[in-house]
């Protein structure tokens, strides 16, 4: 009856030491895998935008972007076509072209950075506008981020008669979008790998 008994117990410590294990597994992986939703927002005519704090990570080419050892925050926005797009827009499509600044600025210090925010390819999110960024500033001091977003300039896109004509003679509205008191701190200690 001992040995039994000395049998189950040890089951229950392996079994115990396993599921201690899969969720420290768990919350590893759910550690790795947030992001920080700094807010949402839409412009005409019909783009939904997602602003968020993301993991930093490691975008190549190096010599574009700043190397994942000397980031903080992985600034991002979503910028996709809403079901109130105009005709011939797919929905959840991911608008092209933008223009896109993000200027932080440090709430302590009021020390600020602009960053142009350039398209990044990825699993999760596909395209996306971002930018592996340094803070201005300490990781535990809270931070106001101002997105500024403009159509194409120029050149950057052709804009065909009916588009003209049905929606307007630019691509989107030029918009901002001002999120206060922001704490990085737990998305600049995370990591990716």
């Not at 975008?59 to 011939?88: C, Q, R």
């Not at 300039?153 to 922001?182: C, S």
Request: glycine share 6%; hydrophobic share 40%.
């Amino acid at each position: 009856m001992f040995k039994e008994l000395q049998k189950d117990m040890g089951s229950v410590q392996k079994n115990s030491i396993l599921g201690i294990l899969a969720l420290v597994i768990i919350l590893q992986y759910q550690e790795i895998q947030a992001e920080m939703i700094i807010g949402t927002g839409s412009i005409e005519p019909g783009v939904d935008l997602i602003f968020e704090g993301g993991v930093k990570d490691d975008v190549m080419p190096n010599e574009y972007f700043l190397n994942e050892s000397e980031t903080d925050v992985h600034i991002e926005v979503l910028a996709n076509w809403s079901s109130k797009a105009p005709d011939g827009s797919p929905e959840g499509g991911h608008v092209a072209y933008l223009n896109i600044n993000a200027i932080l600025i440090n709430e302590v210090t009021g020390t600020s950075v602009t960053h142009k925010l350039t398209p990044h390819v990825n699993m999760s999110d596909n395209l996306h506008y971002a930018k592996n960024i340094k803070l201005p500033g300490r990781i535990d001091e809270k931070y106001s981020v101002i997105f500024e977003i403009s159509p194409p300039i120029n050149d950057e896109l052709g804009m065909h008669y009916d588009w003209r004509k049905a929606v307007d003679e630019q691509l989107v509205d030029a918009n901002t979008f001002k999120f206060k008191n922001l704490d990085f701190e737990k998305i600049a200690q995370s990591k990716r790998r």
